[in-house]
């Protein structure tokens, strides 16, 4: 996989990839997009490092910059595609979600925490497995205000995309070899995501009644 991911970093459709990618992975939380974000990077990397040697450097290698801006933009488009889609759901989406015991969940404890100013929950769900899903659709299932979510969106898509990039291309640097950055660097992405599962776990705090 690493070595499909490795090739597709040279075309001049990266961009392309990584933007579809990265939006769609609100709906299909299963794409690859956080590992092709750290392949990319990584690439960068290594031709960085190949520049200054007798090494071959590839024609194509993604623009950091342009990496991390455009993963960070298309988050904020995933997540606001599915916000929108939650707040105009109808009955339909209304029945899908009844029927899953995590989204139920996760709109009771979102409501919770957006009411007493708790966005930080949308940035640490960007890094848990399928969180952003659950957060995002449950922004717009609660009818959350667009000026109560997007600012903790873009600020969730920065943190994740500056993560990965960093992992990936500053990774490679270090171990010096892309294949072995993009593959420590993927490591420490999913133990990111653990870390943000337990902490979404974490029951919220409730206020101690008055006396």
Do not use: C, N
């Not at 299909?28 to 092709?36: H, K």
């Not at 392949?39 to 960085?48: G, N």
């Amino acid at each position: 996989m690493l070595e499909t991911l490795g090739s597709l970093t040279t075309s001049p459709w990266i961009y392309a990839v990584v933007a579809v990618s990265v939006v769609l992975d609100v709906f299909l939380p299963v794409l690859p997009s956080g590992v092709l974000v750290i392949t990319s990077a990584a690439a960068a990397a290594a031709a960085a490092g190949a520049a200054g040697s007798s090494a071959p450097v590839p024609a194509r290698v993604p623009d950091i910059m342009a990496l991390l801006v455009i993963a960070t933009t298309a988050s904020v488009l995933g997540d606001m595609a599915a916000f929108r889609l939650a707040r105009r759901g109808g009955a339909r989406l209304d029945r899908v979600i009844a029927r899953s015991r995590r989204l139920t969940r996760a709109h009771e404890r979102l409501g919770v925490a957006l009411a007493r100013g708790g966005g930080a929950l949308v940035v640490i769900a960007r890094f848990a497995p399928a969180g952003r899903s659950v957060v995002s659709l449950g922004a717009g299932k609660t009818q959350r205000e667009v000026r109560e979510f997007l600012p903790w969106s873009v600020l969730a898509g920065m943190a994740w995309a500056g993560y990965s990039v960093a992992l990936g291309y500053f990774g490679t640097q270090w171990l010096g070899a892309a294949w072995l950055g993009t593959a420590v660097s993927v490591v420490a992405l999913f133990a990111a995501g653990s870390l943000a599962v337990f902490l979404l776990r974490r029951p919220i705090p409730t206020a101690a009644p008055a006396a």
